[in-house]
Antibody, heavy 117, light 108 residues
Framework: QVQLVESGGGLVKPGGSLRLSCAASGFTFSDYYMSWIRQAPGKGLEWVSYISSSSSYTNYADSVKGRFTISRDNAKNSLYLQMNSLRAEDTAVYYC??????????WGQGTLVTVSS | DIQLTQSPSFLSASVGDRVTITCRASQGISSYLAWYQQKPGKAPKLLIYAASTLQSGVPSRFSGSGSGTEFTLTISSLQPEDFATYYCQQLNSYPTWTFGQGTKVEIK
């Protein structure tokens, strides 16, 4: 069965960095685009970034452009999100999700990132 | 950027009720709309894609309709497990996508 497991969240000071990982299993990872979506406490969903199956294409929400970098390692079935220059407003649960032509059809359980001094 | 506005933001209903949630797009998105259900502390779950196609395993009491700028999610007979927050998402403006602000369905 399809599984996505995020890790790497935690408490970080403003201006700091963090790298999130998402381990995928149960499907041919290299066939799918992948995405990161976040949800601030008590708020709605915000799409953050996506990456094509071969890493050829990436895109970012304006709120994270220039600070976050998405990448993947198809040999390791893993997706990453490098987050730099973190701000308080980046505090959220970060989900990785598989992007199918239908939408985001599988999601991980999420990892909490807290940016606070 | 395409904006999605859901209405209502909050809905109180009873088991067995028919429930309709609307999602309006700021510009036409054809049928590139998905609906998700999220329960507290859990990841969202894809319910409907392409505006009206039910994702595999989703109960048939859920249905979606619409195209262009106006879309609806209907639950024909609300069940206890349906109390959750529902989000629409547009996938028309590749490669950026947006979500609606959510509609929370609570027990009356």
């Amino acid at each position: 069965q399809v599984q996505l497991v995020e890790s790497g969240g935690g408490l970080v000071k403003p201006g700091g960095s963090l790298r999130l990982s998402c381990a995928a299993s149960g499907f041919t990872f290299s066939d799918y685009y992948m995405s990161w979506i976040r949800q601030a406490p008590g708020k709605g969903l915000e799409w953050v970034s996506y990456i094509s199956s071969s890493s050829s294409y990436t895109n970012y929400a304006d709120s994270v452009k220039g600070r976050f970098t998405i990448s993947r390692d198809n040999a390791k079935n893993s997706l990453y999100l490098q987050m730099n220059s973190l701000r308080a407003e980046d505090t959220a649960v970060y989900y990785c999700a598989r992007l199918d032509s239908s939408g985001l059809d599988y999601w991980g359980q999420g990892t909490l990132v807290t940016v606070s001094s | 950027d395409i904006q999605l506005t859901q209405s209502p933001s909050f809905l109180s209903a009873s088991v067995g009720d028919r429930v309709t949630i609307t999602c309006r797009a700021s510009q036409g998105i054809s049928s590139y709309l998905a609906w998700y259900q999220q329960k507290p502390g859990k990841a969202p779950k894809l319910l409907i894609y392409a505006a009206s196609t039910l994702q595999s395993g989703v109960p048939s009491r859920f249905s979606g309709s619409g195209s262009g700028t106006e879309f609806t999610l209907t639950i024909s007979s609300l069940q206890p497990e349906d109390f959750a927050t529902y989000y629409c998402q547009q996938l028309n403006s590749y490669p950026t996508w947006t979500f609606g602000q959510g509609t929370k369905v609570e027990i009356k």
